[in-house]
């Protein structure tokens, strides 16, 4: 048996950050990214992957017995910001914007498109990132939200509903022709 009195193949102390700095390094891209998606705001983007990774560091050795541990991470990341959106309710309220963003004919895609997102209620936000650009299932989304796979359907349906009314007809923002 080893000096550190665990039988082999057990981690040791000193190998588990290791083995978190190695999943940080290979999945911090991707979890911004979704937070970028979830939020809209590079910096608060930012903010939202880093306290993803921090919860993930601290409590890293429940976190890397799961089964899929970029589910896992998502998962506090989705959490994380619908928690953050809660508690900023308030300022949300105080800060919000009277009109409507900008003119489609002077953006690009990608703005509008986050414009119209930020439109959204936060958790309907988050179903729709979830399920239509993380590509995954109701079920999936069902569960990381903690909600009934019917609430996704019909969170998801009356979104993009409301996304396609802002957004008008698909062919306007064709970058190409």
Do not use: I
Not at 37 to 43: E, K, R, S
Request: proline content about 6%; aromatic content about 6%.
């Amino acid at each position: 048996m080893p000096e550190n009195g665990r039988g082999p193949g057990a981690a040791a102390g000193p190998r588990a950050p290791e083995s978190f700095e190695a999943f940080a390094r290979a999945s911090q891209k991707r979890l911004y990214r979704t937070a970028y998606l979830l939020c809209g705001d590079a910096d608060t983007a930012r903010d939202l992957t880093q306290t993803t990774l921090a919860k993930m560091f601290q409590h890293w050795r429940r976190a890397s017995a799961a089964d899929h541990v970029e589910a896992y991470a998502r998962t506090v990341l989705t959490r994380t910001y619908l928690a953050e959106r809660r508690r900023r309710l308030r300022d949300l309220l105080a800060h919000s914007r009277p009109g409507p963003g900008p003119s489609p004919d002077h953006a690009d895609l990608r703005v509008t498109l986050l414009s119209a997102l930020a439109g959204l209620p936060p958790r309907a936000r988050a179903m729709v990132v979830l399920r239509y650009w993380e590509d995954q299932s109701v079920e999936s989304v069902a569960t990381l939200l903690k909600c009934s796979e019917s609430t996704v359907k019909s969170q998801c349906s009356r979104s993009l509903v409301k996304l396609r009314a802002q957004l008008g007809e698909a062919h306007v923002y064709a970058t190409g022709s």
